[in-house]
């Protein structure tokens, strides 16, 4: 009786591993002896996969486990599995040197790593009536265990930590090691006396000892006292001085508005912070797409150093836009142009123009850096609008000129003039305002990105004295404050916590005394996702929205990406607009949620949100309210 067709080609399947695993070990037999003798990377990749997993025993702390785990190639190299047991072992051996390394690194001088190999047992399978049982009983074996167990003994620590000066001092002194992180009885690690060793080249660098670098250093481990003691050497050469200043790739650009963005000044002593700070400053300008600092490799004569900032352009001109869509405001077109070298200075030149069913608006804008004082710009822009809206219609023209500083590194200080003409019609009939105001801002930015934060804080203070110039004499204050926070839970996928607070009121003048337009209004995709635009707050016997003196609004959001491109987000929005300057607790919050899509570009995330009401109001809200715009929502 003849063989099934499979059971042949399962017996030939098995003919066939056989003669191969023959004619491997007998090539194996005749690899020479030492380093050699391992298999290589290549064939390790080659052949069926042998999936395995890594364990680490002992009692490891959190930090000391983390950098076993970055160490191990067995751990790094999962995802290509070995052909065999052989060159698995082979693998997990090469570790153990690694794993040796890292435990004195942090300070286990008598710690060990050991090695083991655990196979499970694998039921026996009945035999396979196909490929496909075939190939699914071979899925289902378990992995082989790769186990390092680990030692580490006792942690070492500091001993005596001293500082030296090799050679000439030129007046050097070297501060105490505890000062630089050698605190005694610490933990005896590789980093700290590292980094201490960088930081003592680096204050030398900072009292103008440019050419300053690190001598022998001499570290003693006792093993009868468990302690490493730390001898660091400095060999600080001479305090110099800045000689000439030069920028290259400059061209079209005025040398004297560069050289104040740069601190140092010739004559003036060496310090490394001049040039960072330089660096950061002409990078913040928007002109050099790359900035380099090249410095020579010996003093010059007199001992003068003249550094050499080497600069690449950016295109000085862009062009650009966007179009957006909210369900209860419409589609919105966005356009600009600007211009970052407009006089030759670092000027920046834009020209935004907004058109949508609702909002149609031109405004130009000029930023002149470096006015009066470094990190100081002067401000001044125009802007035209026209706004037809439920609450009112208004067309207005505002002419505004100030000063911004920069106080801090985040911190950012603005004042200056404005007046605004205003013909507004609501209501209450047709009114027309020519407002005098004092705006001020103080603005922090702790975020790590504009348009995608996802660590840090930001918080803005906006104050503006108002006084009508126009023969009703009416003055109120108006004053806002928004924060914004971001917490990272997860690096991959990457997930983030958002929260947003915003409050403002105004005081001064009654409701009906303030233009419709600087009252304050809540609802809508900026404000609360769900609830129609402007429809949170006083409404009139007709269902419109005529403003209020005061509003607070709360959001949060779930961020999570998926992947460089795609992600999602979950929200939930609260706030309301009130009557009165201080809130009415009576008055409550309304509430709206909703998720939303994000898809990445190179100047900020797409962002199209879907928000639905809570407790909707029939006669006021929508079933649900759809955003696309550009950027995070805060």
């Not at 009906?512 to 009252?519: C, G, K, L």
Request: glycine share 10%; hydrophobic share 40%; aromatic share 8%.
């Amino acid at each position: 009786m003849r063989e099934p067709r499979l059971l042949r080609a399962a017996r030939h399947l098995r003919l066939i591993v056989g003669v191969l695993s023959i004619v491997s070990t007998l090539a194996s037999c005749t690899r020479p002896e030492g380093d050699n003798a391992f298999i290589s990377e290549e064939e390790e990749g080659a052949g069926p996969a042998l999936r395995y997993e890594v364990r680490f025993e002992g009692p490891l702390d959190a930090e000391l486990r983390e950098a076993l785990e970055a160490a191990s190639s067995a751990v790094q190299r999962m995802d290509r599995p070995a052909p065999d047991e052989l060159a698995l072992r082979r693998r997990a051996e090469r570790d153990l040197p690694a794993l040796t390394a890292v435990l004195r690194s942090l300070g286990y001088y008598k710690g060990t790593a050991r090695l083991r190999l655990e196979t499970a047992e694998a039921p026996s399978p009945a035999p396979a009536s196909d490929l496909e049982e075939f190939a699914a009983t071979a899925a289902s074996t378990p992995p082989i265990r790769v186990v390092f167990e680990i030692e580490p003994g006792p942690r070492y620590r500091l001993g005596e930590r001293r500082f030296e000066v090799a050679g000439d001092p030129q007046g050097f002194v070297p501060p105490r090691p505890a000062q630089l992180g050698l605190e005694r009885d610490a933990p005896a690690t590789a980093a700290s006396v590292l980094d201490a060793e960088a930081r003592l080249v680096r204050v030398a660098q900072e009292r103008g000892h440019a050419f300053a670098r690190a001598g022998p250093r001499e570290v003693i481990v006792d093993h009868d006292r468990e302690v490493m003691d730390v001898t660091l050497r400095i060999e600080p050469g001479p305090v110099v001085r800045y000689g000439a200043i030069r920028f290259e790739g400059a061209e079209g650009v005025s040398e004297r508005y560069l050289r104040r963005l740069v601190p140092a000044r010739e004559g003036s002593r060496f310090d490394p912070r001049d040039l960072e700070r330089g660096r950061d400053a002409l990078v913040r300008s928007g002109l050099f797409s790359v900035v380099r600092t090249r410095l020579p490799d010996a003093p010059e004569p007199e001992n003068r150093i003249s550094p050499v900032f080497e600069l690449v352009q950016r295109k000085h001109r862009s062009i650009g836009g966007g179009i957006g869509y909210f369900t209860d405001e419409g589609p919105n077109l966005r356009a600009f142009w600007e211009h970052r070298n407009a006089f030759g200075a670092g000027e920046r030149l834009r020209a935004d123009l907004v058109l949508s069913p609702i909002r149609q608006s031109a405004q130009a804008n000029l930023r002149k850096p470096e006015v009066g004082a470094r990190g100081q710009s002067l401000l001044a822009s125009v802007i035209a609008q026209s706004e037809s809206l439920e609450a009112f219609e208004s067309r207005s023209l505002k002419l505004a000129a100030g000063v911004e500083r920069r106080l801090a590194p985040g911190l950012e200080g603005a004042a200056g003039l404005a007046w605004r003409f205003a013909d507004i019609e609501d209501r209450t009939g047709n009114k027309r305002f020519g407002l005098f105001s004092v705006p001020a801002r103080l603005a922090w930015d702790g975020s790590d990105n504009l348009f995608d934060p996802s660590r840090g804080a930001r918080v803005a203070f906006e104050l503006a004295p108002n006084f009508d110039t126009l023969g009703s004499g009416g003055r109120f204050l108006k004053s806002r404050l928004v924060a914004s926070a971001y917490y990272p839970v997860w690096k991959r996928p990457r997930l983030v916590l958002a929260a947003r607070a915003a409050s403002g009121t105004i005081v001064g003048a009654a409701r009906e005394a303030i233009p419709a337009d600087e009252r304050w209004y809540a609802g809508g995709g900026g404000s609360i996702r769900g609830v129609p635009f402007q429809r949170a707050g006083p409404l009139d016997r007709r269902g419109d929205p005529v403003g209020g003196r005061s509003f607070v609004e709360f959001s949060a959001e779930i961020r999570l990406a998926l992947s460089d491109t795609i992600g999602f987000a979950a929200f939930v929005d609260a706030g309301n607009a009130y009557v009165d300057p201080i809130p009415e607790p009576e008055s409550g919050l309304r509430w709206g949620t909703g998720l939303g899509l994000r898809y990445a570009t190179p100047v900020g995330p797409l962002r199209l949100d879907v928000a639905v009401p809570i407790d909707r109001k029939p006669a006021v809200d929508d079933l649900f309210q759809l955003y696309i715009s550009l950027g995070q929502a805060f």
